[in-house]
């Protein structure tokens, strides 16, 4: 089996319909519903980790640029076809964001493009040194999940909506708008993704 070749059980329908069932016992079951789902997540990450890409990764490897895409491009498509997030730019920032999967912040956290907590997140936090110490970032069950909440954080954001008005093949409006909206405070980060993006050829991923 290849590293492309993962279960395609895990699939996007399901990730949605479980975390609409997340949502459903947070706020309409009693608090003792409440309770258990914050308190016995272990049997449903184990489940996801053995679906998930990540678990055919051996511990401790460092993976390669090119692995890395080949590994989550099937879940940039994804995130494209049903967030509307160009699949290149999703590509070359979990690539800058997490070092290709290697960073610290993304082994310990399955965080791959550096979100924060933000008042609307209600899962689990790591704190961790950026641009001040100790700030808070989000911790995900799986790599999946993370590319999930990147789309999802995007298109929920109002100062992020006039992106959505770009050509899906737009991804350098797409890297000079991220940085105007503040995605990031480097004032590189549009070139930086440009560059990452014609180096390893992503913006053929937004045609697909």
Request: aromatic share 12%; charged share 30%; proline share 4%.
């Amino acid at each position: 089996m290849t590293s492309c070749q993962w279960s395609s059980q895990y699939t996007y329908q399901q990730r949605s319909e479980k975390r609409k069932r997340e949502l459903t016992a947070k706020h309409g079951g009693s608090s003792s519903n409440n309770q258990t789902s914050k308190t016995e997540p272990q049997k449903e990450d184990t489940k996801k980790s053995k679906k998930g890409v990540e678990h055919k990764i051996p511990p401790g490897k460092n993976l390669s640029p090119q692995e890395y895409i080949d590994y989550y491009k099937k879940y940039a498509i994804e995130s494209m076809h049903h967030k509307k997030v160009p699949a290149s730019i999703t590509l070359a920032q979990g690539l800058l964001e997490s070092g290709s999967g290697n960073s610290k912040l993304a082994r310990a956290t399955n965080n791959h493009f550096g979100i924060k907590c933000g008042g609307s997140w209600s899962g689990n936090t790591y704190k961790y040194d950026d641009d001040r110490p100790n700030e808070c970032f989000r911790v995900y069950n799986s790599v999946l999940d993370s590319y999930e909440d990147h789309g999802n954080f995007l298109r929920t954001r109002s100062w992020y909506a006039p992106l959505f008005k770009l050509k899906i093949t737009d991804y350098k409006g797409w890297a000079k708008g991220l940085k105007k909206a503040g995605y990031a405070t480097d004032p590189k980060y549009p070139s930086k993704l440009i560059d990452i993006i014609e180096k390893y050829r992503l913006y053929e991923y937004d045609k697909r």
